[in-house]
């Protein structure tokens, strides 16, 4: 087995083409451990979105290589990435994109019915009390609040088992309350099971629940810190306020 969950080498995206070229990410390269809880921050267009995107194979770089677990991503076309997926990775966004006329058990079993696998009970059963839905499985979404919903939304990334959790500001939505309270059942995802998490966000206080915050500028990696408190995370993020020059770039 692999010692990294994640691995990007020498990864860019260019949106586009001739003058109209967008270079969102130019040449990134890292490993993301199993069993990590990273965190992605930088300025708004830095390539969050695309990072998280190229690593959990929903969009493909224009050059170099992802690896998710063993399997290495490029080649593939978009049934095979769309079977990975399925299998590998687990998601959460900041909409919680749950399906309204379902209920919450019925919308977390969703991606194991679609992959055409039956629902373990047991492990069903510690999903829904590991996120605190034990006494609502039969509600509809729309009976629940925003907290619920996304917790609803972790369970249902879990399910699978996947190896990497990818969570795109998965807090933007919600209250400062019910943040910490999603941020810190995501925390315990990879204490207690050494999952592995991989988070896009804005917020310092959302990225000290990772052991590991990667700051992006410009398209380019230009600096981590690990166990950081939310002041250390904000002040570095306030550091790039040139967002990404090339003296920025040159100091990693
Ligand atoms: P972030 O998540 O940090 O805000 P993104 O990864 O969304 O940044 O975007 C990085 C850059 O790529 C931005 O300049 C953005 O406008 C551009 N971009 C992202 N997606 C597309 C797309 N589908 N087509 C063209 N440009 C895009």
């Not at 050059?63 to 990775?89: D, P």
């Not at 969570?167 to 400062?176: I, K, M, Y």
């Not at 052991?211 to 950081?228: H, N, P």
């Not at 250390?232 to 967002?243: E, T």
Request: charged share 20%.
């Amino acid at each position: 087995m692999t010692t990294h969950a994640v691995r990007l080498n020498t990864v860019t995206k260019t949106y586009g083409h001739g003058t109209q070229a967008v270079h969102a990410l130019r040449g990134v390269t890292v490993d993301l451990p199993r069993g990590g809880f990273t965190a992605v921050m930088g300025p708004s267009g830095s390539g969050k979105s695309t990072f998280l995107h190229c690593a959990a194979g929903l969009d493909t770089p224009t050059s170099g290589t992802v690896h998710l677990g063993e399997v290495e991503l490029s080649g593939m076309n978009e049934t095979q990435l769309t079977e990975l997926r399925r299998q590998k990775a687990g998601f959460v966004f900041q909409a919680f994109n749950l399906i309204p006329a379902l209920s919450v058990t019925e919308n977390i079993t969703l991606p194991l019915r679609l992959a055409g696998a039956r629902p373990d009970r047991a492990w069903l059963a510690e999903v829904i009390a590991r996120v605190g839905l034990g006494d609502r499985t039969g509600h509809r979404p729309s009976q629940l609040s925003g907290g619920q919903q996304q917790r609803v939304a972790l369970a249902r990334a879990l399910v699978t088992r996947p190896e990497v959790v990818f969570a795109d500001e998965p807090t933007g939505a919600l209250d400062t309350r019910t943040a910490a309270e999603v941020l810190g059942l995501l925390r315990q995802v990879v204490d207690a099971t050494g999952q592995t998490v991989v988070m896009v966000t804005h917020d310092p206080v959302a990225a000290a629940y990772a052991d590991r915050v990667l700051f992006l500028a410009g398209g380019t990696l230009v600096d981590e810190v690990w166990s950081a408190s939310a002041d250390a995370i904000g002040r570095r993020l306030a550091g790039l306020g040139g967002y990404g020059r090339p003296a920025e770039a040159a100091r990693c």
